[in-house]
């Protein structure tokens, strides 16, 4: 294993419990239509897959059009509300502390946008900590494409060699392995159904964040 100079993060399902918010506004959706609400762990898997994959799993078939209606109600009720009940996972703040004191720059790459993303890491005083936040629409590729996490390094100036990247979902292990960053593969988030193949078994097995800091010492 290469020595770690960087440290690259997907957000939700990673560093950010914000399954609760996410289904809190899909629950404002269904309320609408005369739907009850759904509970939020069996509704968590579909976090990964953002707002659309939480409107094709929480709502009634539909054509196109009304999909995307609700699509974009459900992102306008989060956007008022993204930071309510979500939270940081357990070990996270320690993780970010000892990159910190150890003088290791850490960043976020997210699909989520930069309108999302901002008022988030300001809530979490984050703004000035992350050494680079890539969002969804910061370029015109998002994950799995590995322009994201390329760009990431290089503002960060850390060889991708020398940087690790973890997220709880394949996109995360595909951009990172094709950028060529060292992965790590997330089981306590919201991907963890999905993640079966080689590229799981050959990055970096993170139950909790304390196992990232395992890798850095």
Not at 4 to 22: C, E, K, M, N, Q
Not at 80 to 85: K, L
Not at 125 to 152: E, F, I, M, Q, Y
Request: some cysteine; overall charge negative.
């Amino acid at each position: 294993m290469n020595e770690i100079r960087a440290v690259l993060f997907d957000l939700d399902g990673t560093l950010l419990d914000s399954a609760p918010d996410l289904v809190a506004a899909l629950n404002w959706v269904r309320a609408s239509e005369g739907l009850l609400p759904l509970d939020v762990q069996p509704m968590s898997r579909h976090v990964s897959r953002g707002a659309q994959g939480l409107i094709q799993a929480g709502m009634p078939a539909a054509g196109p059009e009304q999909m995307d209606i609700w699509k974009l109600r459900l992102l306008s009720r989060y956007s008022a509300h993204s930071f309510r009940q979500s939270r940081l996972y357990d070990g996270v703040p320690e993780l970010l502390g000892f990159l910190e004191s150890a003088s290791i720059p850490w960043g976020i790459v997210t699909n989520k946008s930069q309108a999302l993303t901002k008022p988030i890491l300001q809530a979490l005083g984050w703004s000035d900590k992350a050494a680079c936040v890539v969002c969804g629409d910061t370029l015109d590729r998002n994950k799995p494409d590995p322009a994201p996490v390329k760009h990431a390094c290089d503002i960060l100036k850390i060889p991708e060699p020398n940087t690790l990247f973890a997220g709880d979902d394949m996109r995360d292990l595909q951009a990172g392995r094709a950028a060529g960053t060292m992965t790590a593969v997330v089981h306590y988030g919201y991907g963890d159904h999905d993640l079966q193949d080689e590229l799981v078994s050959s990055s970096e097995q993170i139950h909790h964040p304390s196992d990232i800091l395992l890798l850095l010492k």
